[in-house]
Nanobody, 125 residues
Framework: VQLQASGGGSVQVGGSLTLSCQVS????????VGWFRQPPGKDLEGVSA????????VYRSTVKDRFTIFGDSGKNTVYLQMNNLKPEETADYYC???????????????????WGQGTLVTVSS
């Protein structure tokens, strides 16, 4: 199983970016993808999660009205569209996956078995 994260970059406050997480080795419908981020000097935190077998994603409360997570089954890819970005959201963003395409009950890092490399998002004021 491999996860390839991409799409990071530098934007100004209020800008937008869309991150991509291309998954190989897992079948659509049978896994869940989570996006996590680690701001400089801080702990890893969950941002959003998407089950490829259930249509109800979850979001961190602080991003719920600005970020959208969605998937493309044909590309086996999960995206995180981020709008109105804030400086405090500067971080390395990671996508991760675990087996199971059912409803998402929690977004804990210890649930995720497979991890992609980070992609850096920098939001400048």
């Amino acid at each position: 199983v491999q996860l390839q994260a991409s799409g990071g970059g530098s934007v100004q406050v209020g800008g937008s970016l869309t991150l991509s997480c291309q998954v190989s080795g897992l079948n659509w419908g049978d896994y869940t993808v989570g996006w996590f981020r680690q701001p400089p000097g801080k702990d890893l935190e969950g941002v959003s999660a998407f089950s490829t077998g259930d249509p109800s994603p979850v979001y961190r409360s602080t991003v719920k009205d600005r970020f959208t997570i969605f998937g493309d089954s044909g590309k086996n890819t999960v995206y995180l569209q981020m709008n109105n970005l804030k400086p405090e959201e500067t971080a390395d963003y990671y996508c991760a996956a675990h087996h199971g395409g059912g409803p998402i009950v929690a977004m804990r890092r210890d649930m995720y078995v497979y991890w992609g490399q980070g992609t850096l998002v920098t939001v400048s004021s």
